[in-house]
């Protein structure tokens, strides 16, 4: 007789820890808002601090060549000719194979014209692709390229407009940015 007990109690306590179990996952399933991001259709905005590809202002650029220097992995490559004080340019290239993302090159430029930005989708199938010249690169981020123009993007507006707080929060990481991106820290 207490092994039917035994037997049908299993039973009950197995049918309340599933149904447990599943109130616990039917509430999150209802409740919570979906976390899974649908890259590459959507993206998470990148942390002020991150370090991605590199931009050149070459027309404040001087040919000092003390970025390449510092690159502790020898990936910037820099070729101009002097003629006076105007610059003919041929390369100012990044292998980024090679690059550690460690901002090295950053802080010893004289004249603050090399930045990195938040872009980081460089996934390719060829070699030659991930060497980038910095002289004709245009890929920056929308955000990025907001920072610079000292706007917010339509997406950053709208996310602005659906929480204040959110809103605060995207309007300091455009300003930690934008002062990363003009002053190369
Ligand atoms: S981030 Fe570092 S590794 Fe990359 S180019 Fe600059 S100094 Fe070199
Ligand atoms: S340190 Fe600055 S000015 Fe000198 S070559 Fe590099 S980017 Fe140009």
Redesign the pocket.
Known sequence: MGSIRDYFGNITSALGTTAKGMSVTLRHFTSEPPITVMYPHETKPVPPTY?GM?ILEQEKCIDCHL?AK????D??EIEAEHHGRKLEWEKFS?DYK?????????PPCPVDCIH?TSEYEMATDSNDDMVEDLLTWTGLRPEDQAALDGKPTAVQAKKQQESKKGGADKAAQIAAIKARLKKGS
Not at 70 to 73: D, E, L, N
Not at 98 to 106: A, D, L, Q, R
Request: net charge positive.
């Open positions: 370090r590199h970025c510092a690159c502790p992995v990936c910037i990044i090679k690059c550690i993302f460690c901002e090295f090159c950053i990195m």
